[in-house]
């Protein structure tokens, strides 16, 4: 849990419209470049505050964010600080969580997605939309092997995953209160937010933008970590995985008894065969296939029991509305 928080408000506004969450992890070169990009957008937003979460920078980024008090006059501007380093994911719980607006922007330190694009995810907001998805039309600044990696990992999501998985889609988004709500009341302790938005469903728009540079710094997601959040990812929203070892286990078990067959067919029309070397083999292939079987039988049962463990609702609804009756024609 992320009990043991330092929230140090900088600047206070009564109710803004919209909170930008910007969650950050040794981001000092960065700020200067957020707080500049968010002037220069300003007048294109509602009230607006920006809440950055420290997430156990080991850097100046406390000290950078801080050097703004009181400078800005066209925004809020928030310091959420973690305990220690618990994860981008988390990071942005935290901030949802401490989120005052009527709506919720989440965008990353690094400024690859650009600001510019928020007044378009506001305006959808606007027309009704509860989330709004920054999709990526333009990944020729991530490198061959980044973009192939990610083509492929969606590519896999899109066939495992039950739902609408969206491809190109990180953690750029804008949801509304009471999506925001729906998200803090998920007992995720490994959230993985790009399928957990799709999830929950809500009526759902997209706004395409071309993706830049890192502004400055290092990235935080290496080769490793990557990995690491793509299995998360899969094992949070698909149990195929099983499945897969089911059918595996299914293919050899029939491979052990057409080979087995074979063998008989073989030995009774008098061919000379190593005696004992097939039925052997025949043989470790066929409980092989069995005992995957079983595994992948018990792994279903257990990927039932995980998913009653996250403890998701079963169902999600709007809130009831007022209906106001039309007139009784006589």
């Known amino acids: 849990m992320l009990s043991s928080t ?17 969650p950050c992890f040794n981001e000092e070169s960065n700020i200067s470049q957020i707080v500049f990009r968010f002037e220069q957008i300003a007048a294109q937003l509602p009230s607006f505050e920006i809440l950055f979460v420290d997430d156990g920078s080991k850097d100046k980024t406390v000290e950078q964010i801080l050097s703004y008090k009181g400078a800005t006059k066209d925004f809020n501007i928030r310091l959420l600080r973690l305990s220690r380093n618990f994860g981008h994911q988390l990071a942005l719980l935290a901030g949802m969580r401490s989120s ?18 928020i007044p378009d995810m506001v305006r959808e907001w606007k027309k009704g939309y509860d989330v709004v998805l920054g999709q990526r039309g333009d990944r020729f ?3 061959w092997f980044k973009r192939t990696t990610a083509a492929i990992f969606y590519r896999i999501m899109i066939i495992l995953a039950r739902g609408d998985f969206p491809a190109n889609v990180g953690d750029f988004r804008l949801i509304s209160k009471r999506v925001v709500d729906v998200l803090k009341s998920l007992p995720e302790q490994s959230p993985y937010w790009r399928g957990i938005v799709v999830w929950v469903g809500f009526k759902r728009s997209f ?61 009774l029309s008098g ?19 069995f005992q995957i079987i079983c595994m992948g039988v018990i792994g279903q049962y257990i990927g039932r029991i995980y998913e009653q463990v ?19 024609k006589h």
């Open 141 to 143: 600044k991530d490198t």
């Open 207 to 267: 706004v395409t933008y071309k993706r830049a540079e890192r502004f400055s710094g290092e990235t935080k997601y290496p080769f490793i970590k990557m990995v690491t959040f793509g299995v998360d990812a899969l094992f949070s929203f698909s149990k195929k995985p099983l499945l897969f070892v089911v059918y595996s286990g299914f293919v050899i078990c029939i491979f052990g008894a057409i080979f087995l067959s074979v063998y008989i067919f073989l030995k």
């Open 100 to 117: 005052l607006g009527e709506a919720c922007v989440t965008i990353d330190a690094d400024m690859q997605d650009p600001p510019e694009v």
């Open 271 to 289: 061919y000379a065969l190593v005696p004992g070397w097939v039925s052997l083999i025949s043989l470790i292939t066929f409980i092989g296939g």
């Open 310 to 328: 996250l403890g998701r609702p079963q169902v999600l609804a709007y809130p009831p509305e007022l209906v106001v009756p039309s007139e009784q």
């Open 6 to 22: 330092d929230c140090e408000i900088i600047k206070t506004m009564q109710n803004p419209e919209l909170t930008i969450v910007i």
